[in-house]
């Protein structure tokens, strides 16, 4: 069985930093791509960033520059480091497995087919 499971959200003032974790087990995570999304009260899912197999990395543009993902193949983690926090980044944060994602072209767009979702975890950035 497939787990996603994403932790490290909070509050926090802008300006700040946080870093979310999030694990996936029951699968083959050296061969999956891994990605952000998030979503804010009243507005569509959108995507943040994502990174393939082989640890390339896209990003969406509002967060470029500020946010950076990694990943642990070794002990299953992928992290989402967000600096320079600003209000508009307050949303529930989701993290993705897909056996068949690449994170090119308009992967942002391929949410609703992504395969393993997790269930969220809740980043707020106060003014």
């Known amino acids: 069985q497939v787990q996603v499971v994403e932790s490290g959200g909070g509050l926090v003032q802008t300006g700040g930093s946080l870093r979310l974790s999030c694990k996936a087990s029951?699968?083959?995570?050296?061969?999956?791509?891994m990605a952000w999304f998030r979503q804010a009260p009243g507005k569509e899912r959108e995507g943040v960033s994502c990174i393939n197999r082989k640890s390339t990395t896209s990003y969406a543009d509002p967060v470029k520059g500020r946010f950076t993902i990694t990943r642990d193949s070794a002990n299953r983690f992928v992290y989402l480091q967000m600096n320079e926090l600003k209000p508009e980044d307050t949303a529930m944060y989701y993290c993705?497995?897909?056996?068949?994602?690449?994170?090119?072209?308009?992967?942002?767009?391929?949410?609703?087919?992504?395969?393993?979702w997790g269930q969220g975890t809740q980043v707020t950035v106060s003014s």
């Open positions: 993705v497995a897909d056996e068949w994602e690449t994170c090119s072209g308009s992967w942002y767009r391929r949410g609703p087919v992504l395969q393993y």
């Open positions: 029951g699968l083959s995570f050296a061969d999956v791509a």
